[in-house]
């Protein structure tokens, strides 16, 4: 019934999308012409085509006319046109437009530095369905899975998550991206993932004291006890990131309408997050923070 409730509340949000009012992907449209021409009452590209008195000069609002003819060659196909074109902090735009080819993704890894540093597991989330990816079991499925895709989601991905997979797999993650880290950057939130988390009201409830370095050492006690139990708690955490960057990315969208006349018409519904296929363990968790005690038993 959840599930049922979600899919209901993305097709409801399906009717209003921003990229149709969007300018500032043509060449020498910046944000003062674009909010120029809306408060001229041209507000989406079917305005611009059909108004004969555009407050531009002839030859930009020729330039402007053949780049919406193009544009409209790949709304809802090609996410990586517009992704080429926009600004990074403007890349929320995407978002409704291409929600169903969409998926938010982390990474954990054995170190945050090192060039030798491997990844040990991969959350991914859809909207709909989680998956996971760990090393030694089913990692090297991820390249096929992930060109199902056609947008990533991440909070500092095209610093961190991207190369590193791209590195570690040597393949090309040819996605339209949305970093969220840049979005968020824009609207005065700074810091890491859990910092805008906390500033914008998500809370976590096992995994909340978790963070890179102790997914680090999560993984150093799985590699040599096994314990299947030490396992989950890392997923549980890799998962949670991932989950979170969908309400992050909705809680970024409806800011940023707001900077736009399209809020009231254009905002989405913050979605709750699914119940996740595993669970952290609290014991798990109270042991890693003293990571030099006693080690863990092998086994579940």
């Known amino acids: 019934m959840a599930a049922l409730i979600r899919s209901a509340a993305i097709q409801s949000d399906r009717k209003d999308q921003m990229l149709k009012n ?11 012409t674009e909010r120029r ?19 531009l000069p002839p030859a930009k609002a020729g330039s402007v006319q053949a780049y919406l ?25 995407l978002f409704p437009e291409f929600r169903h080819a969409t998926v938010f993704l982390d990474i954990e890894t054995t170190g945050l530095e090192n060039r030798d540093d491997s990844i040990t597991t991969i959350a991914l989330y859809d909207g ?11 990692l090297e499925d991820f390249p096929g899975v992930i060109g199902n895709y056609s947008v990533i989601v991440t909070y500092n991905g095209k610093c961190f998550d991207v190369p590193f997979i ?46 890179g370095f102790l997914a680090v050492a999560l993984w150093d006690v799985y590699r ?38 399209f809020y009231l018409t254009h905002r989405l ?10 669970k952290a363990d609290r014991r798990v968790i109270e042991e890693i923070l003293r990571i030099s005690g006693p080690a863990f038993p092998s086994g579940r």
């Open 269 to 278: 519904t913050v979605p709750q997050p699914p119940e996740l296929p595993v």
């Open 22 to 32: 969007t300018f500032s992907h043509i060449p020498g449209v910046g944000p003062v």
């Open 37 to 55: 021409l809306w408060e001229a009452g041209i507000c989406s590209w079917d305005d611009f085509r059909n108004n004969r008195s555009v407050p």
């Open 69 to 93: 003819e193009e544009s409209l060659e790949h709304i809802g196909s090609y996410p990586g046109y517009f992704s080429g074109l926009l600004p990074d902090g403007q890349h929320w735009r």
């Open 128 to 138: 709909e369905n989680t998956r996971y990816f760990v090393q030694g079991e089913n």
């Open 224 to 261: 040599r006890t096994r314990n299947r139990t030490v396992l989950e708690t890392l997923l549980a955490y890799n998962l949670q990131d991932a989950v979170n960057l969908e309400r992050l990315m909705v809680l970024s969208y409806n800011m940023c309408l707001k900077q736009t006349p």
């Open 166 to 211: 791209e590195r570690y797999f040597g393949i090309r993650l040819d996605h339209a991206h949305i970093d969220l880290r840049y979005v968020l950057k824009g609207l005065g939130y700074g810091g890491g993932l859990k910092a805008c988390e906390r500033r914008l009201g998500i809370r976590r409830e096992e995994v909340h004291e978790i963070d």
